[in-house]
C-alpha cells in the first residue's frame, strides 16, 4: 500500500538471492519488460524485484499522483515494505527518471548502486536552456494520441522501440503490455515530461551509476545520456551499438552481462 486505497504490484523473484536488483520500467509499460532479465538473473543468484508504477500493469489505477515526487514515494513504499538495503536500482527511461527523483527525493535510501537505462533525464523535452530533448510536440502528440486512437499511439510507439528486428507476436505481446495501463494514467505521466526537470537531482547522485543507452535510440535522444554522465559524479556511459531504446531486449544477453559486471564491481 502506497498511499490510502493504492496498492503497488511487485514481483520478487529469488527472494533469497545474494545480491537485489530493484527494476523500474518505463512508459507505457509494467515490470513484464525486464521478462529476459527475470529469466537469467535468479539463475545467477540475483533476486529481482519488478515494480508496475501505479496505473500500469497490475498496479491500482487512480485518477492522481503522476508526478515524480508521488511516483518516486511510491518506490519508497515498496523499499519499506520489503525492508530492502544495499540494493541496485535499475530504471529504463520514465523509470530512470523515477529513480534519478528517487536518488534526490529520498538521499538514494537503501541504493548502493544505481543503473540508468535510455533514462528520460534531465529532460525528455527540449527547453529555452536544454537543447538536447525531442520536440514537445513529440509528446503532445502522443497524449492527443492517446485521448483520440490510444491503441493506433501505442502501436506507432512501439514500432520505434527496438531496432533489431522483433517478431509479429513479439510486437503483439509489446502493444498488450500498453493496453494493460490506464488511458489517464499514460496521458498524465506524458503531462509529467512536459512538466518536470532533473537537472539538480542528478548532482545530488553520490554512488557508482551505470548508463546504459542505445545509439539508435528514437525515443530518448542518446545526447541524453552523455548529459547525465557529465551531471553525475560516480557514472559511466556503456553504448550499445546495436540497441534502440529497447536495449533489454535489442542486446539482451550483452545487457545481462554489462548489468551483472556492474553490480559485482
Known sequence: MAEPNVKIYVEDINPDGDKTILFLHGWPGDHTLFEYQFNELPKRGYRCIGIDTR??????????????????????????????????????????????????????????KLVLIAAAAPSLVKRPDFEHGVDEEV????????????????????????????????SDWFFQIGLKAASWATAAVANTWLKEVLFSDLEKIEVPTLIIQGIHDKIVPYCLSEAQNKAIKNSRLVQFKYSGHGTFYDEKDNFNKVLMEFVEE
Open 139 to 170: 509528446v503532445l502528440n502522443i497524449i492527443r494520441g492517446t485521448y483520440s486512437d490510444r491503441p493506433r499511439m501505442l502501436r506507432d510507439f512501439g514500432n520505434r522501440f527496438f531496432f533489431q528486428h522483433t517478431s509479429e507476436a513479439f
Open 55 to 112: 496505473g500500469f500493469g497490475m498496479s491500482d489505477k487512480p485518477w492522481h499522483g503522476y508526478d515524480y515526487n508521488r511516483l518516486a514515494d511510491d518506490v519508497k513504499a515498496v523499499v519499506d515494505v520489503l525492508k530492502l538495503r544495499d540494493f541496485t536500482l535499475a530504471g529504463h527511461s520514465t523509470g530512470g527518471a523515477m529513480a534519478i527523483r528517487y536518488m534526490s527525493r529520498h538521499n538514494g535510501y537503501g541504493v548502493s
